[in-house]
């Protein structure tokens, strides 16, 4: 545990070195608040763009369901806060960067991937004057509409070989969250995730809906080829770590790798268990996470 925090310590002070700046996992005071943060790009918000959201058929979210998968950020909350946190942070150094694409990964499975992604994604839908969207991209195994209690979708498949339109797949919760959900678990993801297909489907989405963050939820870096492939087209990613289970190397590994393909934006250590019981997760004072258990 301590040499995982450590390792998380050291590489996040390497991302400050190297860009001047501090790094997602940085203390949570430095947090900027919103008003701090640059406004949205003037290229959201033409007429076109605003009825192709409006068009994309909206999901119903169950609340039992949601707090069930641990989705705790759809209403500003107590619970939410570790996430409304990590969005600030997040937003700030994207836009100060001029980065969109954001990738979702971990060393191995079960750190808590999609439950950030999905609390993230739900933390910035409440932000009116941003539009987001949220892909599921483990595509071995999609959770994204399982965590939000909505029925299997189709695959994504035909989606990313540009065989569907974003407008037949995509689905919208509130005005300006849109989600590409993957259903059927696809037998060969590295290739499609490196397609030529794929890098022209995600410009045209991007051309067409003017999103100003895409989440990617990716699988783990150190199972498969599949993240590292698709790692080329992000502008950042954000590492979870989990603190009852992370193995140091492994983090160690992750990082290193992830860092060859792209910027790491920061390191969450999730479900830290405090001296006094409380469960959270970490990284410098960072963010998310609950445990019921
Ligand atoms: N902070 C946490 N405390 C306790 N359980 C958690 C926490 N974060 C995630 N989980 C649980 O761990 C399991 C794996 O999480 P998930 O987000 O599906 O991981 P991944 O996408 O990395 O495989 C899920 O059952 C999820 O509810
Ligand atoms: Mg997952």
Not at 125 to 139: A, I, K, N, T, V
Not at 155 to 171: C, K, T, V, W
Request: proline fraction near 7%.
């Amino acid at each position: 545990m301590e040499k995982l925090q450590a390792a998380i310590e050291i590489a996040r002070k390497k991302r400050e070195a190297e860009r001047g700046e501090p790094a997602v996992s940085a203390p949570a005071p430095a947090a900027p608040d919103a008003a701090a943060v640059p406004p949205a790009s003037p290229d959201s918000g033409t007429p076109d763009t605003d009825a192709l959201w409006q068009a994309l058929p909206e999901a119903d979210l169950d609340r039992a369901t949601l707090v069930r998968s641990r989705i705790l950020s759809q209403s500003a909350s107590h619970e939410s806060t570790p996430f409304d946190v990590l969005r600030t942070k997040i937003l700030y150094q994207m836009r100060q960067n001029g980065w969109r694409r954001l990738a979702i990964t971990s060393p191995l499975p079960k750190c808590g991937k999609t439950t950030a992604a999905v609390n993230l994604a739900l933390a910035l839908g409440r932000q009116p004057e941003l539009r987001s969207m949220l892909f599921d991209f483990d595509l071995r195994a999609p959770a994204v509409a399982e965590k939000l209690g909505l029925d299997r979708p189709p695959s994504i498949a035909p989606l990313l070989r540009g065989e569907r339109a974003f407008a037949d797949h995509g689905r919208r919760i509130g005005p300006n969250l849109a989600l590409a959900l993957s259903g059927e678990a696809q037998t060969d993801p590295t290739r499609l995730l490196m397609a030529d297909t794929t890098r022209d489907t995600l410009a045209r989405i991007q051309g067409d809906y003017a999103p100003d963050i895409m989440i990617f939820d990716l699988p783990s870096i150190l199972i498969g080829d599949d993240a590292r492939a698709f790692l080329q087209h992000v502008d950042c990613a954000l590492i979870l770590a989990r603190a009852d289970q992370t193995r140091y190397g492994d983090f160690d590994s992750c990082e290193r790798e992830v860092g060859e393909y792209t910027n790491v934006l920061g390191v969450v250590l999730n479900a830290y268990r405090h001296g006094d019981g409380r469960v959270d997760a970490e990284g410098g004072g960072t963010v998310a996470g609950q445990s019921h258990g």
